[in-house]
């Protein structure tokens, strides 16, 4: 990886005495688990394949150790912090280990689930940008699913998260934790594991291990057989929801409200099938029998 900026990244020591100079600790509340180690942020960024070309997206920046590997490579970036305290004091962090980067960083003070083009316009002039972050834990999934519904030229992310969240987004049919955020995330694009990351490099360290996940959109932004079939996204997410709502229930028990009899024929699946063995294809497939139903 090609280093455009001078400066350096952040130690343990450096993240200490940040915290400790801002009135910073950690807290549950944000899911707060900052990275120490300069290696970790570099290998995110590497996984990315972030270029001095890219417009970046990072949501929780916390103290800055991945933002200031992000802008490392010459690339221009916005995060997004709910944390005011966090907000405020990041651009100082850049400032400090970075300063020629400082006229591509813009922190952004707002809760990453509310964000829209509209509020957030940094975005919407580029033909496409990325998202790269250390996710908090008990927000990732709904993070990753809100934006890519939200920006249609979010064409790709790596992101850190917990390990079994990195498992669940990246499973497949027929495996135990292939769930509604697997199939949901497969209507965008493709996911794709790309590294298991340590406790020891955090601060404070968590008490689970924590994995990197790589997401490529579909060219043309959502599910090709979607496209071919005329299905929309919120026709065939209600079907997931309801089939993984009740996931030991056949497909026919647990879409009845939803499914008529003959849908299920149209689309050539087979309704003694549960829903944690479809594919997002099938899904689409199903939504499109059930709207050939209605023309009938």
Not at 144 to 162: C, H, K
Not at 267 to 282: K, M, N, S
């Amino acid at each position: 990886m090609a280093e455009h900026a001078s400066g350096r990244l952040l130690g343990a020591a450096d993240i200490r005495r940040i915290a400790a100079e801002a009135g910073i600790s950690p807290t549950k509340k944000f899911g707060q688990n900052f990275v120490i180690d300069p290696g970790t942020v570099r290998k995110i960024v590497r996984a990315a394949g972030v270029t001095a070309q890219d417009h970046v997206m990072e949501v929780g920046p916390g103290l800055g150790s991945l933002s200031l590997a992000i802008l490392e490579t010459g690339a221009t970036m916005t995060a997004v912090e709910i944390d005011p305290s966090v907000a405020e004091r990041v651009p100082h962090t850049i400032a400090e280990f970075m300063p020629e980067a400082t006229d591509r960083f813009r922190v952004v003070l707002s809760d990453a689930l509310a964000v829209t083009p509209e509020n957030l316009p940094d975005f919407n002039n580029d033909d496409h940008f990325m998202l790269v972050a250390n996710l908090p834990y008990n927000v990732a999934t709904p993070i990753v699913l809100t934006l890519l519904e939200r920006f249609p030229n979010l064409t790709s992310f790596v992101v850190m998260v917990q390990k079994e969240v990195a498992d669940r987004l990246c499973a497949k049919p027929g495996s135990k934790i292939y769930g509604a955020p697997s199939v949901k995330l497969a209507w965008f694009g493709e996911a794709e594991h790309a590294g298991t990351i340590g406790r020891n490099v955090f601060w404070p360290a968590p008490n689970v291990d924590s994995a990197l996940v790589k997401f490529t959109r579909y060219e043309q932004g959502s599910l090709p057989v979607a496209e071919e079939l005329h299905v929309d996204r919120r026709e065939v997410f209600a079907l997931v929801d309801a089939a993984f709502g009740q996931r030991r229930k056949t497909l026919h028990a647990a879409l009845k409200k939803l499914v008529p009899n003959e849908a299920f024929a149209i689309a050539d699946i087979d309704p003694t099938r549960r829903g944690e063995t479809l594919t997002i294809d099938e899904f689409a497939r199903l939504a499109w029998g059930v709207k050939e139903c209605a023309h009938e």
